[in-house]
Structure formats: structure tokens, C-alpha cells
């Protein structure tokens, strides 16, 4: 992970971001003006966009911690940064960590549920089409009942 990092860095121009797939993951590469850049290595369903606004968090963090003359030299071992683990743990659910992708979460929920009350609006709308229609054709039936009771009824005269 080390090498493909440095390498996707390398040739990467000052002030890019980009995306770079290696087998089943992908590298999401930020390098800034001033040459600091980082990487990270996520699966391929983690939200690019959440991975870029992690990588210019960390990244502005880190240049106001650390001085810029060790950027070039340093290593874990000589600089000291403790807030890039608080970071990785917040932005692990990117839903939890990104603002829009709950929001955008939340949207799809909501729609599922618009969608299965615009089914079941439906179906009953059909049931009521069948309740008149039956309606309809056992009025049609009362009449004719009324009809042909009416004219048994009138051949006999009561005395």
C-alpha cells in the first residue's frame, strides 16, 4: 500500500485530486498546492467525496500542526500527529461522518416509503373501482327485482 501511495503521488500534479482503482480497492489521492499530499485506501463502495473531505481535514490539520520543513524528512516515527486515528474512527460509517450522505440516506428512505404508499393508494383505488362497479350492476339487478315483483304483484287484486 505504501508503494502504490507514493507512486500515485508522484505522478499526480500539485493541486489534483483523483481516484486511482489497485485490484479491489480504491486510492483516493489528494495533493494540495503547497506539494502535501495523501492517500486513502478504501473499497470501492466508500463515497468518494467522503474520502476527499477526510483527506482535506487531515491534510489541513496536519500542515497547521507540523511545521513544513518536515514535510520532506519526516516519518511516524519524528512527527507527531494524534489526530489522524480520531479521524479514520469518525469517518469509518461515511453516513455518520458526511452530513450529505445521511441527508442523501434519509432521501432514499423517504422515497422507498413514497413509493410503497403510492402502491398501496393504488391497490385500494382499484378495490374501489371493483366496490362500484359491483355496486352498479346490483342496483341494476335491484331495479329489475322491484320491476318484476311489482308486475306479479299487480295481476292479482286483493278484494
Not at 524528512?73 to 445521511?102: C, F, W
Not at 441527508?103 to 410503497?116: G, M, P, R, S, W
Request: aromatic share 6%; glycine share 4%.
Amino acid at each position: 500500500m505504501t508503494f502504490t501511495s507514493q507512486l500515485i503521488v508522484e505522478r499526480s500534479a500539485k493541486g489534483s485530486r483523483a481516484s486511482v482503482k489497485e485490484q479491489e480497492y480504491l486510492c483516493h489521492v489528494y495533493v494540495r498546492n503547497d506539494s502535501l499530499a495523501g492517500v486513502v485506501i478504501a473499497d470501492s463502495e466508500y463515497p468518494s467525496r467522503v474520502a476527499f473531505t477526510l483527506l482535506e481535514k487531515v491534510l489541513d490539520e496536519f500542515s497547521k500542526q507540523v511545521d513544513s520543513i518536515n514535510w520532506p524528512v519526516g516519518s511516524p516515527a519524528t512527527i507527531n500527529y494524534t489526530a489522524l486515528d480520531g479521524h479514520l474512527s469518525r469517518y469509518q460509517n461515511p453516513r455518520e461522518a458526511d452530513p450529505m450522505s445521511k441527508v442523501q440516506a434519509e432521501l432514499d428512505e423517504t422515497k422507498i416509503i413514497l413509493h410503497n404508499t403510492m402502491e398501496s393508494l393504488l391497490e385500494r383505488g382499484e378495490k374501489l373501482d371493483d366496490l362500484v362497479s359491483k355496486s352498479e350492476v346490483l342496483g341494476t339487478q335491484s331495479k329489475a327485482f322491484y320491476k318484476t315483483a311489482r308486475k306479479q304483484n299487480s295481476c292479482c287484486a286483493i278484494m
